[in-house]
């Protein structure tokens, strides 16, 4: 995967998703993947196949503590929205990214 600014969809068209930033450091560094609509929810690995992997749960982990605190996910952002926005922009640029599905699908949704 190569950064500057590529989009990656890993969603079925019907789903909403949630855009994350993939920030590969290099190839003795851990890959780091954000949302932007999600202050604080992040993922990892060891490449970016494994920070995709990761990238479900830290989600379900960010929302069930929303719930707890009687808060809800924020609506997700298109990409051309977070394009816009001065704050993203450039992260989109020099970075991948990409399509995180919300709610995952299960075995039972699928």
């Not at 990656?8 to 019907?14: D, G, K, L, R």
């Not at 780091?32 to 995709?52: H, K, N, Q, T, Y």
């Not at 997700?76 to 990409?98: G, M, S």
């Amino acid at each position: 995967m190569k950064p500057g600014g590529t989009t990656i969809e890993a969603t079925s068209p019907a789903m909403p998703h949630y855009v994350a930033i993939i920030e590969d450091a290099g190839p003795d560094d851990a890959v780091s993947l954000w949302f932007p609509d999600l202050p604080g929810c992040i993922s990892g690995g060891d490449d970016a196949d494994e920070a995709l992997e990761n990238a479900p749960e830290a989600l379900a982990f960010y929302a069930q503590e929303l719930i707890e605190d009687g808060r809800e996910l924020p609506p997700p952002r298109t990409l051309d929205e977070l394009k816009a926005d001065p704050e993203f922009a450039e992260d989109l640029r020099k970075h991948t990214a990409v399509l995180i599905e919300w709610p995952p699908l299960t075995e039972a949704t699928e």
